[in-house]
């Protein structure tokens, strides 16, 4: 596929792909009335310009702590003055932000340690999808669909743009979730609004519900590049996706063990993908199932 384009005239999509037959190679142009944007995160590498210090960056220190001689962590988290030493370890520390490197070494931390380092890791994993941007180079909607700051809008309910609802959709987009239930229940969504069964709310609608949306955000003090970090209400949406389809919300056991397994890797980081105490959510899970039969 090399470029996909709207046409206002009509209203259609112009879909332009590369093909490879007996006739010999060449580009081929196809209208549809409907496009589905499926092409995922990782296509565009972002540089990173701070270091994080979530999940990744901690088992990554966790692991070289064993071997190294000291670990400093530098996180935008910290709010300590001074170098503090992490629980339960003899040579780590966390400090704050990275003021500046120098060529023989010497990290100098915005809390005015310093310390001389052989190896500086990045660890910014999805915190703010730092390695990869969003990135649709292919796809022409005359700006009406923009990429600013790392959100994707206007989008209601981060699939589809009101104004050009429901001829256009995005699945996938949002992040720090179960990635293929909500992609699987916005798929559903998608094909119940392109079918005609499920109908969407007016334009206007849409696009207020956008706006008041982008205004919480804002509110919460919540940055532009968080807007599809959904982790707080992962479930919540994905309830609401599957009531718009007509399919069960999420059963409440698998709930509780994603929040319990969240809990368990707190507690016991080292261990906790081999330990674990959860038979009263497999009993939950085997009641269920036999309401079910």
Known sequence: MLRV???????KWAVASWRIGKG???????????????NGHYSEPHLADFLGS????????????????????????????????????????????????HEDGRVIFQD???????????????????LYKFHFPFLDTNNIVRVEDN??????????????????????????????????????????????????????DMMSSVSTFYSKLEAAGIPKHYTHNISDYQFEYADWLASQ????????????????NGKNRAAQPETYRDEWCDDDLILQAQQQFIQFL
Request: with cysteine; aromatic share 8%.
């Open 245 to 260: 389809s007509g399919f069960p919300a999420t059963e409440e056991w698998r709930k509780q063990m994603f929040i319990a």
């Open 151 to 204: 959100r994707v809008g206007p989008l209601y309910q981060h699939v589809f743009p009101p104004a050009l609802a429901p001829w256009l959709s995005f699945i996938g987009l949002t992040w720090k979730v179960i990635p293929f239930l909500l992609c699987e229940l916005q798929s559903k969504w998608v094909a119940g609004v392109l079918s005609g069964r499920i109908p969407l709310p007016s334009e206007e």
């Open 5 to 11: 384009g709207l046409n206002e005239e009509n209203n």
């Open 112 to 130: 005015r340690s310093s310390v001389y380092a052989d190896v500086i890791l990045h660890c910014t994993g999805l915190l703010r999808l730092t």
């Open 24 to 38: 010999g190679d060449g580009e081929e142009v196809e209208v549809f009335d409907a496009v589905v944007v499926c």
């Open 54 to 101: 979530s999940a990744s960056a901690q088992d990554i220190s966790r692991d070289i702590s064993g071997v190294a001689k000291e670990v400093h962590i530098a996180s935008r988290s910290s709010s300590d003055s001074t170098p503090s030493r992490l629980p339960g370890y003899d040579n780590m520390w966390l400090h704050s932000m990275i003021e500046s490197t």
